[in-house]
């Protein structure tokens, strides 16, 4: 259904977000420009109430914009209705939370395939496709447990496998660490890393964590609402990006 379109997945131009509390105007966003390339593995950085979260929710859409426009695969988020733009997130996109966002009832294979489910793919085929992920990641001997029987590291590997089932055009993640010891978190950072490089994923993580930003190709730094610094970090890629194999296709339809 999805081609594998233009180069760059993500283009922003002159993003501008405020809230209004009633009492005072907060403007987080402050005409934001950012393009993220395909393959590309990004991220976001700066301090608290700089504006990270506010940026990966406009950009993925979770949030509206005040002014300027997204692109994702070159389309406009704006020119899609509310529908459109909750398919195209379930078909295309993936979400990384600090905090798992796991159903306790469903076990490890149940939670992953739920994506597809929703997107109307049959149950056999999710299945399978679920299975599939839970072994990208190392899991697929915990298939069967709930998250509650899960280690901290595993229950965030169930998370990624979960982002990555739709085989989605990028992965957000937001402070995908932040809930893990400094050992567990590198792990889990290598297991993304090597998702994108073998993959071909494109990865935007929002994070605290100068550890995870070196593992990245790029550090965006925001400050205020603004993006004051953008700089190709000296960690190098395994492969050139045209050379890493991308995969197309198996979207939900």
């Known amino acids: 259904m999805h081609q594998p379109g233009p180069k760059h997945v993500v283009e922003a131009r002159g993003v501008t977000k405020t809230y209004d509390t009633g009492k005072v105007q907060v403007q987080a966003l402050r005409g934001v420009d950012l393009v993220v390339g395909r393959g590309e593995m990004v991220a976001v950085m700066g301090p608290s109430g700089c504006g ?21 695969e070159g389309v406009s988020l704006a020119s899609m209705t509310d529908k459109q733009r909750t398919r195209y997130r379930a078909e295309r996109m993936g979400f990384v939370f600090q905090f798992y966002n796991l159903l306790p009832d469903l076990d490890g294979v ?47 590997r169930v998370t990624i496998a979960r982002a990555l089932v739709n085989e989605p055009a990028i992965v957000w993640a937001d402070e995908p660490t932040g809930d893990l010891d400094s ?4 792990e889990v950072m290598e297991l ?5 490089e073998e993959q071909g994923t494109t990865f935007v993580i929002v994070t605290h964590d100068i550890a995870i930003g070196r ?7 925001m400050m205020d609402g603004e993006i004051v610094d953008d700089q190709v970090t000296e960690r190098p890629r395994a492969a050139p990006a045209a050379e890493v194999p991308v995969r197309h296709g198996g979207g939900a339809s």
């Open 52 to 72: 990270k979260t506010t940026l990966l929710n406009c950009l993925s859409g979770l949030d509206s914009i005040d002014a300027g426009d997204v692109q994702i």
């Open 110 to 156: 149940e939670n992953v395939e739920l994506p597809l489910l929703v997107a109307g793919v049959p149950l056999r085929t999710a299945r399978t496709r679920a299975r599939n992920a839970l072994e990208l990641v190392g899991l697929e001997g915990q298939a069967q447990q709930r998250p509650g029987e899960l280690s901290g590291g595993q229950r965030q």
């Open 183 to 186: 050992q567990t978190a590198m």
């Open 192 to 196: 993304m890393r090597r998702l994108n």
């Open 215 to 221: 593992a990245t190709d790029r550090i965006v730094r």
